[in-house]
Every structure is written in structure tokens, then in C-alpha cells.
């Protein structure tokens, strides 16, 4: 059964550098969506992703967050320069044309910024 | 402003009995939809079930029933026959009427005792 995949799984960074968290959507998927969940709180919207470009963002998606689909398969979030309050899990998701009701979520990257 | 509640943190029920976990939203949108998600304490995020807000059925997938009361504004998941397995933290979830931006609820923790 096809999966969304995330890499890496876990990353540590320093406070301040950037950090790109990678995502490779189910293939035949056209919407993409970035969630971050800090521990033990709720999951939270980030940014969506259509036609190569972003139809809509949450007030956490600020200047610092960048989406990009590089090429066919990868989808990618870049965060410039961390900060300790993005430490989380951050989950890729990705839904069909058909039924884009449906999202299947990446098994997730948790983040540490020190 | 989209909105959705979930006002039990956590919940206990006997293994094999059912269960309702408690969902409530708002929204100003004339069309929407819920989703209830499963997040075992390994941190993937599993689809569970769908209900759209002009659809005249409740959902069901299985085990899992929604108990749709669109007056009253909520969406409960009823797991009937509960498993150890089902042990997990739920979340609701709700987009609007753009399918480009979802709401989580803070989630309710569920064990199942044997």
C-alpha cells in the first residue's frame, strides 16, 4: 500500500540554523499539507500545497517557513533559522484529486532545536 | 473562525465494550467536513473516518461509527467492541469549506483495560 515517507525521522539543529524536513507524497497525490504537533499538545495546520504553490497558510507559517516541490516526488519544508519554540513533530500529508477529504500522514520528523 | 472542541482529555473503557469520544466544532462555512484521526504513542497519524456536513448517513468504517448531530454542531466517534489496540489519543478534525486548511482538536487520550 503506498505511503507518504518523511525523512529524516529525527533531527537535532542549534538554535538559529536552518533546517529543510523532507516529505515524498503518495504519487499520484496533488495536495500537500505541513502540521506541526509540539509535544503533547494538538496537531496544527501549517501551510497546504497545489499546483506548486501554497493555497493557504496559518499565522505559525511566518517569513521564517518555506515550502518547495523541488521535483516530481519531493516536497519539502525549510525553516531559515530555528528557533527553541519549533521544536515538534512535524507531519507531511498528502490527499488525491478524488478524494481530497482523505489525508495520509508521514509517520512524522520530530525536531530538537538546542 | 473554524473551531473544534474536545472536552474529554482522557478516557477509560473496558476492553470489548463501546465507547463514544466527544467532538464539537464551529463553523460559519455552509459546507465542511470532520475527520477523526488515531495517534498511537508510536506518533503516526492514522485515518479513521469521514463525514461530510451534507451527507445524509453517518459515516462508518468498520468499528468506527459517527454520530453526526449537524444542529447541534457534533461529531463523536463511537469505537464499538474495543480492542487493547484501539489505546491510543484521538483528534478531531475539521476542514472548511476549501479543502486547504484543517483544525485539529486538542485530542482525548483512550485506554482500553483488559
Known amino acids: 500500500e503506498p505511503e507518504v515517507t518523511q525523512t529524516p525521522s529525527h533531527q537535532v539543529t542549534q538554535m538559529g540554523q536552518e533546517v529543510i524536513l523532507r516529505c515524498v507524497p503518495i504519487?499520484?497525490?496533488?495536495?500537500f499539507y505541513w502540521y506541526r504537533q509540539i509535544l503533547g499538545q494538538k496537531v496544527e495546520f501549517l501551510v497546504s500545497?497545489?499546483?506548486?504553490?501554497?493555497?493557504?497558510k496559518s499565522e505559525i507559517f511566518d517569513d521564517q517557513f518555506s515550502v518547495e516541490r523541488p521535483d516530481g516526488s519531493n516536497f519539502t519544508l525549510k525553516i531559515r533559522s530555528t528557533k527553541l519554540e519549533d521544536s515538534a513533530m512535524y507531519f507531511c500529508?498528502?490527499?488525491?484529486?478524488?478524494?481530497?477529504?482523505?489525508?495520509?500522514f508521514g509517520p512524522g520528523t520530530r525536531l530538537l532545536v538546542l | 473562525a473554524q473551531k473544534i472542541t474536545q472536552t474529554q482529555p482522557g478516557m477509560f473503557v473496558q476492553e470489548k465494550e463501546a465507547v463514544t469520544l466527544d467532538c464539537t466544532y464551529d463553523t460559519s462555512d455552509p459546507s465542511y467536513g470532520l475527520f477523526w484521526y488515531k495517534q498511537p504513542s508510536s506518533g503516526e497519524m492514522i485515518f479513521l473516518i469521514y463525514q461530510g456536513s451534507y451527507d445524509q448517513q453517518n459515516a462508518t468504517e468498520g468499528r468506527y461509527s459517527l454520530n453526526f448531530q449537524k444542529a447541534r454542531k457534533s461529531a463523536n466517534l463511537v469505537i464499538s467492541a474495543s480492542q487493547l489496540g484501539d489505546s491510543a489519543m484521538y483528534f478531531c478534525a475539521m476542514r472548511g469549506e476549501n479543502f486547504n486548511k484543517f483544525y485539529f482538536g486538542s485530542g482525548t487520550k483512550l485506554n482500553v483495560k483488559p
Open positions: 500545497f497545489y499546483n506548486n504553490e501554497i493555497s493557504e
Open positions: 500529508a498528502s490527499s488525491d484529486h478524488q478524494r481530497q477529504e482523505t489525508q495520509y
Open positions: 504519487s499520484n497525490h496533488l495536495y
